[in-house]
């Protein structure tokens, strides 16, 4: 289990096995700061709901299947409103970045903070910072009011502007404490919260009262520990577009082909969750499941097979599958965006050129291949209703851990849940489709394709057998 070099996890342990992995307080590096009456106690939005405030000693389970001997496991800190407040409103200055790719949600995410700051907690002071990180010391900040933000969840992308890279953490922190802000709000993904958790590190180094909470953005949806991330959810549904546009074109030409490349460097999430909902594709590729090209049980024979019996096929492939087999990609292994993310050939052009070479060599049969890359399509666009909601369920939930003096986390869904992670859980791995679980044979029951990666086995096995034969 990874954690900050710089602190120890915040670690409560109770009977029968149950665990905290509790988030950092701002009284635990400051003491005697002072606390005040939460203002929601007097929101009439408030007036009809019969418990306030979330109990001390709430926490929601990281796994809700056991057993009657089960030990009661790790939990997190529930999230919502607590009765005593480490913030006077008058006095807080909030800061709103927004870093890395697009990713449809943004602009709800920023609206949402802006408005439960504003509306629940009283707080007018509220900045943006352009451009990602770098906006910090570059001195790029907009005033951010409800009716600045009223419209904007309509939109796709951020208002504020992102960029990838940019984080020097003295620089931002010294932007911080010039500014007099007080609570920095940052959305982005696992680099992004890597930044925050340095950025938490050096403000407790430097014990300022000032609250370092992170939303979790990444439209692959391959954030460990949290169900889901926003956006992922409208990705889907905008993939469904793509994928009924490459059914169109393959069923309406002899032996036609779509090919469909999806979002999904590490984690194949989109494609399989897209593959799932259309029930249109006959094969989806994702990183997390190798597949070959040539020989018995490979991608070509499928695709010959499949055409002789339907006449037509739809092939979803995620953008960080078969990099090993691009022989290009040997060059680009080892570079790296600004993000620290890999570089990757465009294995959706690679796959549809070598299709056609295979059939062009073969001779067996003509097709007519069909190449979507809806990628920018999608990350753009804005979020729909399912995600609108969550966006401003976890803006929320932000903004009370920060007002309640919690620092350090990040806000997120954890078995239907609001809660608060610390950095660290949320920045030790990726969350990667499992192949032996049950979601992905559901895939291949819907797809009825070869499970390549026990199809290969199979050959290898034979040829050796073959060759120990001959000996």
């Known amino acids: 289990m990874g954690s900050s070099p710089n602190s120890k996890p915040k670690i409560i342990r109770g009977t029968a096995g149950y665990v905290l992995e509790d988030v950092p307080h701002m009284a635990d590096y400051i003491p005697d700061l002072p606390t ?45 409103p607590r009765q005593r407040v480490y913030f006077e409103s008058d006095d807080v200055q909030a800061a709103i970045v927004t870093c890395g790719g697009l990713c449809p949600g943004l602009n709800t995410v920023i609206r949402e903070l802006v408005c439960a700051l504003y509306h629940m907690y009283g707080v007018k002071k509220i900045l943006g910072i352009n451009g990602g990180y770098k906006g910090f010391y570059a001195h790029n900040t907009i005033t951010l009011t409800p009716k600045s933000v009223n419209d904007i969840h309509k939109r796709g992308g951020t208002i504020l502007g992102s960029s990838r890279g940019g984080h020097d953490t003295t620089k931002i922190v010294d932007s911080i404490q010039d500014r007099g802000i007080n609570q920095v709000y940052i959305i982005g993904g696992d680099g992004t919260q890597r930044g925050a958790d340095r950025i938490f590190e050096e403000i407790r180094r430097r014990r300022l009262k000032v609250a370092v ?52 460097r590490y984690s194949g999430f989109i494609a399989m969750y897209a593959t799932l909902a259309s029930r ?33 096929m739809v092939i979803v492939i995620a953008e960080g599958a078969g990099q090993e087999l691009v022989s290009e990609s040997i060059q680009s292994l080892h570079k790296q965006d600004a993000s620290g993310n890999k570089l990757l050939q465009d294995v959706g052009l690679w796959i549809s050129q070598k299709i056609k070479d295979h059939f062009t060599k073969q001779k067996t049969m003509t097709i007519n291949l069909k190449y979507i890359d809806p990628t920018y399509m999608i990350r753009a666009v804005p979020s729909n209703a399912s995600d609108n909601v969550y966006c401003t369920l976890l803006a929320q939930s932000a903004v009370h851990g920060a007002m309640a003096g919690y620092t350090g986390f990040t806000s997120g869904l954890v078995n239907g849940r609001q809660t608060y992670i610390p950095f660290y859980r949320i920045t030790e791995g990726q969350n990667k489709v499992i192949i032996t679980d049950r979601m992905w044979a559901r895939l291949l029951s819907s797809t009825n394709q070869p499970s390549f990666t026990i199809a290969k086995t199979v050959s290898e096995e034979k040829r050796e057998e073959e060759a120990n034969g001959h000996e």
């Open 36 to 80: 005040y009456s939460n203002p929601l106690q007097n929101n009439p939005a408030y007036s009809v709901v019969k418990q306030y405030f979330v109990h001390i000693d709430d926490s929601v389970p990281q796994k809700i299947i056991a057993n009657k001997d089960s030990p009661r496991g790790v939990h997190f800190r529930r999230a919502g």
């Open 213 to 264: 909470v992170g939303i979790p953005k990444t439209i692959d949806n391959d954030i460990p520990v949290i169900d889901k991330s926003f956006g992922f959810d409208t990705a889907v549904e905008e993939a469904q577009r793509a994928i009924n546009a490459a059914h169109v074109e393959a069923e309406s030409g002899e032996n036609g082909i779509g090919v469909v490349k999806l979002m999904g």
């Open 280 to 312: 249109d594709v006959d094969c989806c590729l994702i990183p997390e499941s190798p597949f070959h090209l040539e020989g018995p049980g490979g991608l070509f024979e499928f695709t010959e097979k499949r055409l002789k019996e339907n006449g037509h």
